[in-house]
T-cell receptor, first 111, second 114 residues
Framework: GEDVEQSLFLSVREGDSSVINCTYT??????LYWYKQEPGAGLQLLTY?????DMKQDQRLTVLLNKKDKHLSLRIADTQTGDSAIYFC???????????FGAGTRLAVHP | DAMVIQNPRYQVTQFGKPVTLSCSQT?????MYWYQQKSSQAPKLLFH???????NEADTPDNFQSRRPNTSFCFLDIRSPGLGDAAMYLC?????????????FGPGTRLTVT
């Protein structure tokens, strides 16, 4: 079945850029998403990208998609302490809107 | 603001005692989902409703049931909770007509089983 993988942990200094990576296996993916989860909270949709795009920018967030390698990344510019959270990559291949989530990357931002 | 609301935010139940978690939405979305998320894991889809059509994931235990009496509300019933059912339960919504399929999540209900 489809699979989504992420590295589990990333530590960055405040003000630096963070890059969170994700790989997926489903070649029929149409949209890929990034969600943010703060402690004890639900998932907040950050951004998503259509599979025929290779880049999407939204303020401090840049999403890069390499469809050939099935690799997705999320770059957060000027990372702040408020960006500390778990970031989930998710894959959508249509049908009844089923999302396949990765295990999440815990981003820790230190001074 | 349009949103997804879950009540209660924290629920404690005893082993084997039935419990119901609720979700409501003001987005008027036709699809509603229930996910189970255990610590440090990805959310796992339990089932979803497209309007009143119920779709169960193949590996969802029979102990979990759901009801959707109307567009706005959806309930998760756990008939006989075990210690392994302690988790965060997330409700989400989407609209079938959206090609991008994005889902909007509630804040979750953390279930503790004693």
């Amino acid at each position: 079945g489809e699979d989504v993988e992420q590295s589990l942990f990333l530590s960055v200094r405040e003000g630096d850029s963070s890059v969170i990576n994700c790989t997926y296996t489903d070649s029929s993916s149409t949209y890929l998403y990034w969600y943010k989860q703060e402690p004890g909270a639900g998932l907040q949709l950050l951004t998503y990208i259509f599979s025929n795009m290779d880049m999407k920018q939204d303020q401090r967030l840049t999403v890069l998609l390499n469809k050939k390698d099935k690799h997705l990344s999320l770059r957060i510019a000027d990372t702040q302490t408020g960006d500390s959270a778990i970031y989930f990559c998710a894959d959508f291949s249509g049908g009844y809107n089923k999302l396949i989530f990765g295990a999440g990357t815990r981003l820790a931002v230190h001074p | 603001d349009a949103m997804v609301i879950q009540n209660p935010r924290y629920q404690v139940t005893q082993f084997g005692k039935p419990v119901t978690l609720s979700c409501s939405q003001t987005l008027n979305h036709n699809v509603m989902y229930w996910y189970q998320q255990k610590s440090s894991q990805a959310p796992k889809l339990l089932f979803h409703y497209y309007d009143k059509d119920f779709n169960n994931e193949a590996d969802t235990p029979d102990n979990f049931q759901s009801r959707r009496p109307n567009t706005s509300f959806c309930f998760l019933d756990i008939r006989s909770p075990g210690l392994g059912d302690a988790a965060m339960y997330l409700c989400a919504t989407s609209t079938k007509e959206s090609p991008s399929g994005e889902q909007y999540f509630g804040p979750g209900t953390r279930l503790t089983v004693t």
